[in-house]
RNA sequence: UGUCCCGUAGUGUAACUGGCAACACGUCUGAUUUUGAUUCAGAAGAGUCCAGGUUCGAGCCCUGGCGGGACAACCA
């Protein structure tokens, strides 16, 4: 299955050069994040992309740390990027971070004042914002930008001596204050923080910015062929005119669409904004679009990837509907998830003909579309069970499969049984249905004959335990949540997290450990998540199973 | 009144150097089913933003519109 991935225009490119001899046959890619926050699922498709790209032309990926902004970096987030790419199965060939190259940047920088290139401005940044003019008008020159080649040498050399304040002086590129393109109108290439850098401590002073750093950084390591995302597009002139001045590994930037998903947010200052204003539970909360909340949801890494497969690489903006994520984890856990039965909303089922205090074992699929069916496991049948309160109609609609009085159904993997009474409580709730079983009707040899028209799920009064439950539904109630709100929180879905405290389940259940994947049946898939403890399992909820009944209930 | 990018079924992505638009998700039927799941079979749904042009022939090439997006952080 998806065998062939579809093409697109990036391997297109890198076939042509494979062919034209461009790179001498190589490909060597790079993964960039800033350690600034948790990876996203739409990191996933940059990480597929250049990672996958790369191992189907036999290239290898460096990781580069792109750490050149220390007041927003820190080594937590280092650690947890390390860590997903390397869940999602991923291995890089270098890791390298643009700090270790600071001081070949500062030599660059050096060269370029040497070739006339690159010039001290102490103008304020009110006062550089300005002179830079708008997309339609020009620019005007800085009254710094003529300086001589040595009078900015001993400038730059003082401003990492740490001879000025933050924001006194700035190293600019002198290229064309008249340029349409608004990134070539002389761009800050250094800038003065007196901060603690998270790798450089207070080596440095001065560090470079984006343009004069990510470029260079894919030349020093060689790179082929570097994949970013649209917004890079702009920028990929003073990419290159920065290459091409210094004379140095002229590597090649190429720009993809960003993945966008609807029902979420996905920009890396929108998630630090839910973290931090305690809107979810943290970077890892199951809601989040986050890579380490999508594993805490239940969410494999084939299935991450499959989805990146699936949704392509092109260079038109999209929105991808969040079913089609969803269609990617049910395909991979359906044929890899243990089965078990998890009652959520209990009513008491008590078999009239069935001897009391007596059980039976019977035998179940543990995964009836997997090899073998998984192997099977034990249930315990007795006279008194938890089903579900949805399983119970008083009085059914005619479509109505399940429980109702005089109504059949079968008790997945045991006995067909057949609704005699029921009882209400005070509050005017089910509280107890009353059947009878046929002792013939046995799941796997049945000689009844009796056809049941539905099949529910049960667990045994006596054996059951009761488990926590967390069932996830999207974030934000709004398709787009950024459009039409002033503040995109107000968009958020207040039942995005729903908990059952005590749901009863299969007594199995009590040995699972935090990542296991589960489909409870006819509910969905569950993973067990790290907040279990001993004797009170907790499980977030997936996905639920595609249900053509609810689909037509709401109709 | 600037520059650049983009425009193919509801969504997303294809269509080798032009040869009567394909795949996935979704939707809808039907079959199977001890999960109203899965699986299987089938259907509907775009004539490729619009208008011209080149060509025997254009989603692919050209021109002009229209529409969407990006660009003025000492962020990346």
Redesign the pocket.
């Known amino acids: 299955m998806g065998k062939d991935k ?4 990036l391997f297109d490119i890198i076939s042509s050069d494979l062919k034209s001899g461009k790179h001498a046959g190589r490909v060597l890619t790079r993964f960039p994040p ?1 350690p600034n926050g948790y990876l996203h699922i739409g990191h996933a498709k940059a990480i597929c992309l250049n990672f996958g790209l790369a191992e189907s032309f036999g290239g290898k990926t460096n990781l580069r740390f ?1 750490d ?2 220390p007041v ?1 970096e820190k080594t937590e987030y280092v650690e947890s990027i390390r860590n997903d790419i390397s869940w999602l199965g991923f291995g890089w060939a270098g890791e390298y971070y643009t700090s270790d190259y600071f001081e070949t940047l500062f030599s660059y920088a050096i060269q370029l004042i040497e070739k006339g290139l690159a010039y001290v401005d102490d ?3 009110e006062e ?2 300005s002179g ?1 003019g ?3 008008e020009a620019g005007l020159p800085s009254p710094y930008r003529n300086r001589g080649i040595a009078e900015n040498l001993d400038l730059l050399q003082r401003m990492r001596k740490g001879e000025y304040k ?2 006194e002086k ?1 190293l600019r590129a002198k290229i064309d204050m008249a340029s ?4 070539l109108r002389d761009p ?1 290439v250094y ?3 007196h901060a603690s850098h998270h790798r450089t401590g207070d080596e440095w002073c001065i ?1 470079p ?2 343009d004069f750093a ?1 470029g260079q950084s894919d030349s020093i390591e060689h790179i082929t062929h570097s994949i970013c995302t ?6 990929r002139p003073l990419y290159d005119w920065f290459i091409e001045s210094l004379e140095i590994y002229p590597s090649q930037q190429y720009e993809f ?1 960003r993945l966008n998903l609807n029902y979420t947010v996905m920009s890396k200052r929108k998630l630090l904004e839910l973290v931090e204003g305690n809107h979810v539970s943290g970077w890892d909360d199951p809601r989040m679009p986050t890579i380490s909340g999508l594993r805490r949801r239940g969410y494999t890494p084939e299935s991450i990837r499959h989805f990146c497969d ?12 969040i ?2 994520l969803e ?1 990617a984890i049910r ?1 991979d856990l ?1 044929i890899k998830a243990q ?1 078990a039965m998890v009652v959520m909303d209990p009513i008491k089922l008590v078999i009239q003909n069935y001897p009391d205090g007596e059980t039976e074992s019977l035998q179940s699929e543990n ?3 997997a090899e073998n069916k998984g192997g099977f496991r034990d249930l315990t049948f007795s006279k008194e069970l938890w089903i579900e309160r949805a399983d119970f109609m008083e009085t059914p609609s005619r ?4 429980l109702a009085p005089g109504q059949h159904v ?1 008790l ?2 045991a006995f067909i049984v057949r609704c005699e009474s029921f009882s209400k409580n005070e509050k005017g709730e089910i509280s107890e249905v009353v059947c009878t079983y046929f002792p013939e009707s ?3 040899s ?1 000689t009844s004959g009796i056809k049941a028209k ?2 529910i799920h049960w667990v045994s009064t006596m054996q059951a335990i009761p488990v926590e439950i967390r069932l996830y539904d999207r974030l934000f109630r709004e398709e787009f949540p950024l459009k039409g709100t002033a503040d995109f929180k107000e968009s958020l879905n207040p039942d995005s997290l729903r908990i059952i405290e005590r749901a009863l389940a299969e007594p199995f259940l009590s040995q699972t450990r935090p990542g296991d994947h589960f ?1 409870f ?2 509910t969905g898939y569950f993973c067990t998540d790290p907040d279990s403890v001993d004797g009170k399992p907790v499980f977030n909820r997936t996905v639920g ?5 609810s ?1 037509q209930q709401k109709q």
Do not use: C
């Open positions: 579809p093409s697109n225009f800033e792109d050149t902004n927003t103008s304020t940044p550089i914002a830079k708008t997309p339609t933050d924001g700035v349409p393109n608004m990134h800050i800038r003065i923080k560090y910015m984006y990510h649209l917004e890079f597009e702009i920028h669409a699936m949704v392509g690489v092109a260079r038109r903006e999209h929105v991808i509907d079913g089609q269609f395909e359906n089965r995964n009836p579309n479509k109505f499969h399940r079968r997945k993997s046995k799941s796997g049945d539905g099949v489909q049946l006819r199973l595609r249900d053509a009944w689909r």
